[in-house]
């Protein structure tokens, strides 16, 4: 039930520069709702990466940033590095549901 | 440091309802404007959220599972509880419990650790 839709994987070389796409709708996202970014490393529960579009938490590596435009939202990851390798969500607010949507998720391959 | 641990059974025959509880330590339950929420994650497959409940008992659930769910709270033991009735093997998943901030604002930023819930016979 994703309305979030991100791409399944991308990856990249260490040292490189990736970015995730996160694409809502004018019910979610395009409604100024704000969207929060979530790294899950194998076998561990999600931990807030990004919030409120573009925030890291304390301890969060200034390597992560996020932006947001329009209908969609983006990840970015500057100086890629191998603990990186994790699978990465996007979620926000949708009005129509009056809920909380997850995207569909973007597992990151370190090369 | 804020903490949050799911309990309840691993495995729930199919038809009956699956029941886990989130206790909170380390800070209470109680606090304003803050939420707490259960999210589910199929093996192999993404997140879902199930639903949210604040400290005064309002109630917010997924339409998509809104017949079957129950979140209830008991800030005398700073716990909230999930409660999924008539479950399938669909419903087989790690269930999480997390804290958000403002309705419709936060995001979830106190997890458990995830309960594996299994549906079988």
């Known amino acids: 039930q994703s309305v979030l839709t991100q791409p399944p994987s991308v990856s990249g070389a260490p040292g490189q520069r990736v970015t995730i796409s996160c694409t809502g709708s004018s019910s979610n996202i395009g409604a100024g709702y704000d969207v929060h970014w979530y790294q899950q490393l194998p076998g561990t529960a999600p931990k807030l990466l990004i919030y409120?579009?573009?925030n890291r938490p304390s301890g969060v590596p200034d390597r992560f940033s996020g932006s947001k435009s329009g209908t969609s939202a983006s990840l970015a990851i500057t100086g890629l590095q191998a603990e990186d390798e994790a699978d990465y969500y996007c979620q926000s607010y949708d009005s129509s549901l009056s809920g909380y949507v997850f995207g569909t998720g973007t597992r990151v391959t370190v090369l | 440091q804020l903490q949050l641990q799911e309990s309840g059974p691993g495995l729930v025959k199919p038809s009956e309802t699956l029941s886990l509880t989130c206790t909170v330590s380390g800070g209470s339950i109680s606090r304003s404007n803050y939420y707490w929420g259960w999210i589910r994650q199929p093996p192999g497959k993404g997140l879902e959220w199930i639903g949210s409940?604040?400290?005064?008992?309002?109630?917010y659930y997924n339409p998509s599972l809104k017949s079957r769910v129950t979140i209830s709270v008991d800030t005398s033991q700073n716990q909230f509880s999930l409660k999924l009735s008539s479950v399938t093997a669909a419903d087989t998943a790690v269930y999480y419990c997390a804290r958000h901030g403002q309705w419709g604002l936060g995001g979830f930023d106190y997890w458990g650790q995830g309960k594996p819930v299994t549906v079988s016979s």
């Open positions: 409120g579009n573009n």
């Open positions: 409940i604040y400290y005064s008992g309002s109630t």
